[in-house]
């Protein structure tokens, strides 16, 4: 079983910078993709930004030029670094542990709040 520990939200204000980490259990961190997701309230879960087992990464345009996702397969972590933030980046943050052919695993979520 695969467990994704996230931590590293919080309050900030507009402009602020935030850095989320995820731990990831067990020895496939490093052959699996992560991902980063975030859900408002009353809005659908949507996509932030993934990183594969290699390093290439892709972001949400929302997000591109602000956030930065990276990783560390020794340390079975991802990050997502967080600048620049707007009131519209307000969500709970999810990451998520991605392999071709095998089910999906999410973290618990952490809150990010940024006031204006």
């Known amino acids: 079983q695969v467990q994704l520990v996230e931590s590293g939200g919080g309050l900030v204000q507009t402009g602020g910078s935030l850095r989320l980490s995820c731990v990831v259990s067990g020895s496939i961190f490093s052959i699996g993709v992560m991902g980063w997701y975030r859900q408002a309230p009353g809005k659908q879960r949507e996509y932030v930004a993934t990183?594969?087992?290699?390093?290439?990464?892709n972001y949400a345009d929302s997000v591109k030029g602000r956030f930065t996702i990276s990783r560390d397969n020794a340390k079975n972590t991802a990050y997502l670094q967080m600048n620049s933030l707007k009131p519209e980046d307000t969500a709970v943050y999810y990451c998520?542990?991605?392999?071709?052919?095998?089910?999906?695993?999410w973290g618990q979520g952490t809150q990010v709040t940024v006031s204006s």
């Open positions: 990183i594969t087992g290699g390093g290439s990464a």
């Open positions: 998520k542990f991605m392999r071709l052919g095998y089910v999906d695993y």
